[in-house]
Structures are given as C-alpha cells and as structure tokens.
T-cell receptor
Framework: QQQVKQSPQSLIVQKGGISIINCAYE??????FPWYQQFPGKGPALLIA?????SEKKEGRFTISFNKSAKQFSLHIMDSQPGDSATYFC?????????????FGTGTRLTIIP | GAVVSQHPSRVICKSGTSVKIECRSL??????MFWYRQFPKQSLMLMAT?????????EQGVEKDKFLINHASLTLSTLTVTSAHPEDSSFYIC????????????FGPGTRLTVL
C-alpha cells in the first residue's frame, strides 16, 4: 500500500516539446504529492507539489495534473529545454504531522535533445 | 527556499574506519531530519528518521549499530558509518522538515562516500 509507481523509466523529448511523467499510488491516505528534480551528483530539489483538493497546479513551465479517483498524478514540462535534462522523482506522503516519510517513485531519466 | 547543507561533499576512507557526515538546516529549525541512501541510477532509499532529542527510527533492514544517527539540535543531524566496508560506498542524502509545519521536505546536496 506504500508503493508509488512511476513511468516511464527514461524519456527522450525534443527541445520545445512536452515531457510527461506519470505516477500512480495505492495508499488513499496520501494527501501531499511533490515532484523532485535531481541532477547527477546533487541532492533532489523540490519542483512543484500538489494536494488532492485541486486537479491541477501550474508553476511556470511545470504543471502537475492530479486524478484522485484514479489515484494518479503526472508532471508535464512544457517547452522542454536541454537544461531540464535530469532525473525526476514523484513522491507521496500523508500530511505533515511531524515525521511522516515520503514514499518515492523509481525515477524517470529525462533527456532533452536539440 | 530553505537551505540544507551537508559536510563533507565527498569522502574516501579505508575499510574498517568510521566516517561522520553532518547535515545542517541553515535558515530554519528542523524537528525532523531524514537520511537516505542512493545507489547509481536508483531511487532514494530511506534509512532512518531522526527527531531532535530522541532516538532515530530506522527502516527495516538498516543496521542501527552500523549507521549511527544523532540529532542533537534543531539544526544539526549526523550520520556515522561505523567500520565502513566497500559495500557501504554510496551517495548519502539528508533532508529536513521545518518546525513551522509546512509540508516541504528540503534535501541536502548529498555526500559521496567511497570505501577502499
């Protein structure tokens, strides 16, 4: 019940295109869903996060779409740029009551080609 | 955003020695800090949850006597890898949640440990 399934494992997108990464969760108690971006040799950095009370959240070129009934959420990167090439992790957690841990997806290695 | 630092960023040690990694929240107080381990091309694996002033909670399969965690203040947690062996070589990352109660979990830059 704690799993978060992420797909695809790797993704190649042309510059200017839309990158889409999908995640699905099982635990209906999860109510906080962040996406992290990680460059090689660096720690993950929070990109954007969503709660189930909204179906979509947009920050710049990054958008999270959330489907509560399907228990799925996805990250869309519009106008993808070479600098977006990184590994992306979705995650999920119950609301922060002190020490709730994040459950991470397996990661998607995104490559943006010119 | 809030900043979490780790020191050292890289460490190389001989087998059998102990290595201490520090994790600091620089501009906020952290009630809870987490320690992760990450192997190449894999996801983050939670090792333990560290609460200030109390014993850490270790995930199943993580040896608490080998990976000693101390969270002595609201801005500092340390991970000590005792009697390190080559199989302990990995990328260790800490993260912290602010006492202000937000959901955001901030990650440090990671420490690359190589045991010869």
């Amino acid at each position: 019940q704690q799993q978060v399934k992420q797909s695809p494992q790797s993704l190649i997108v042309q510059k200017g295109g839309i990158s889409i990464i999908n995640c699905a969760y099982e635990n209906t108690a999860f109510d906080y869903f962040p996406w992290y971006q990680q460059f090689p040799g660096k720690g993950p950095a929070l990109l954007i996060a969503i709660r189930p009370d909204v179906s979509e959240k947009k920050e710049g070129r990054f958008t999270i779409s959330f489907n509560k009934s399907a228990k799925q959420f996805s990250l869309h990167i519009m106008d993808s740029q070479p600098g977006d090439s990184a590994t992306y992790f979705c995650a999920a957690r119950r609301s922060n009551f002190g020490n709730e841990k994040l459950t991470f997806g397996t990661g998607t290695r995104l490559t943006i080609i010119p | 955003g809030a900043v979490v630092s780790q020191h050292p960023s890289r460490v190389i040690c001989k087998s059998g020695t102990s290595v201490k990694i520090e994790c600091r929240s620089l501009d906020f107080q952290a009630t809870t800090m987490f320690w992760y381990r990450q192997f190449p091309k894999q996801s983050l694996m939670l090792m333990a949850t560290s609460n200030e002033g109390s014993k850490a909670t270790y995930e199943q399969g993580v040896e608490k006597d080998k990976f000693l965690i101390n969270h002595a203040s609201l801005t500092l947690s340390t991970l000590t890898v005792t009697s390190a062996h080559p199989e302990d070589s990995s990328f260790y990352i800490c993260s912290a949640i602010s006492t202000s109660g937000t959901d955001t979990q901030y990650f440090g830059p990671g420490t690359r440990l190589t045991v010869l």
